[in-house]
Nanobody, 125 residues
């Protein structure tokens, strides 16, 4: 069964850090660009970061540039999102998604091939 599972979300104070993990089962992530998206109620799902299938290219939304870092571990068939200097506006459900494409994943959520169930990040004092 093809599955993406996110973990690592939680409650953190402003200025704190979290590391999200996205683990795949039932398929290899090697041939996929992997993106992290986030969504708050009433707003569309937005692309936060992406790493290309070969790991040679990355994308960051302007709102997280310099604070978030995406990485992938082929041996563990996983992708990570290190989030530092968190702000209340980072509060959202974070999803990882796999896009079978060369290069950076699409910004269109409908273009993704697989999705995880999401993990909640709550930045609050």
């Amino acid at each position: 069964q093809v599955k993406l599972v996110e973990s690592g979300g939680g409650l953190v104070e402003p200025g704190g850090s979290l590391r999200l993990s996205c683990a795949a089962s039932g398929f290899r992530l090697d041939g996929y660009a992997i993106g992290w998206f986030r969504q708050v109620p009433g707003k569309p799902r937005e692309r936060v970061s992406c790493v290309s299938s070969m790991g040679s290219s990355t994308f960051y939304a302007n709102s997280v540039k310099g604070r978030f870092t995406i990485s992938r571990d082929r041996a563990k068939n996983s992708v990570y999102l290190q989030m530092n200097s968190l702000k209340p506006e980072d509060t959202a459900v974070y999803y990882c998604a796999a896009d079978r494409t060369v290069g950076i994943c699409s910004s269109d959520p409908k273009a993704m091939d697989y999705w995880g169930e999401g993990t909640l990040v709550n930045v609050s004092s």
